[in-house]
């Protein structure tokens, strides 16, 4: 199994530009998140996903969207991308073990800069 | 809104010496508590977690603690080595998510 990947790893943008970072799991997982992180501020939820075609919005939606339209695949866009988005954006999933369980299964991240 | 303050921020502690990340959390209701581990350049991965029903839980030299009325847990790692220099993040159970701390950085001294 591959686990979670991410696609791209590394990208580079000017402002304004779009762009889709695609997330796939491989575990058969019902919920996928989007994280970015950045230095000292942990772990921020942009967007997740309890289910194919469901999307509900986290800490930091702003600027982004998400679309869940195959249960593996978990796709982060931003339609004008800003300096702001600067981040490394991690993409997680999970399966819920009797409803409480939640552990989380992360890919290896993106590194996204915007100039 | 629910969240998680996670202290220290930073922590460093000589090699064999015990080291103890601290969280509260605001929402009554979360029921799930892990602790994520991340090294320089990698992605977090679960190192331990406790539910509400469990005081305290132990993995050889980490344990973590639980104190439900209070609202934190602690994560306690007990004869520290270099590779256990990372960050580490505390979580909270909030509805189909997990709400995450700022992160401690560990740095064991040889």
């Known amino acids: 199994n591959a686990g979670v990947t991410q696609t791209p790893k590394f990208r580079v943008l000017k402002t304004g530009q779009s762009m889709t970072l695609l997330c796939a799991q491989d575990?058969?997982?019902?919920?996928m998140y989007w994280y970015r992180q950045d230095p000292g501020m942990g772990l921020r939820l942009i967007h997740y996903?309890?289910?194919?075609?469901?999307?509900a919005k986290g800490e930091v939606p702003d600027g982004y969207n998400v679309s869940r339209l195959k249960k593996q695949n978990f796709l982060l866009g931003l339609e004008s991308a800003a300096p702001s988005q600067t981040s490394v954006y991690f993409c997680?999933?999970?399966?819920?073990?009797?409803?409480?369980?939640?552990?989380?299964?992360f890919g290896p991240g993106t590194r996204l800069t915007v100039t | 809104g629910e969240n998680v303050e996670q202290h220290p921020s930073t922590l460093s502690v000589q090699e064999g010496d015990s080291a103890v990340i601290k969280c509260t959390y605001s929402?009554?209701?979360?029921?799930?508590f892990p602790w994520y581990k991340q090294e320089l350049g990698k992605r977090p991965q679960l190192i331990i977690d406790?539910?509400?029903?469990?005081g305290e839980k132990k993995d050889q030299r980490i344990a973590v603690t639980l104190n439900k009325t209070a609202k934190h847990f602690s994560l306690h790692i007990t004869e520290t080595q270099p590779e256990d220099s990372a960050v580490y993040f505390c979580?909270?159970?909030?509805?189909?998510?997990?709400?995450f701390g700022q992160g401690t950085t560990l740095q064991v001294k040889p």
């Open positions: 997680a999933s999970s399966f819920p073990l009797a409803g409480v369980i939640y552990e989380q299964y």
């Open positions: 575990m058969n997982h019902e919920y």
């Open positions: 996903s309890v289910g194919e075609g469901t999307t």
């Open positions: 929402d009554s209701a979360s029921n799930y």
């Open positions: 406790i539910r509400s029903n469990v």
């Open positions: 979580a909270a159970k909030a509805t189909g998510k997990l709400i």
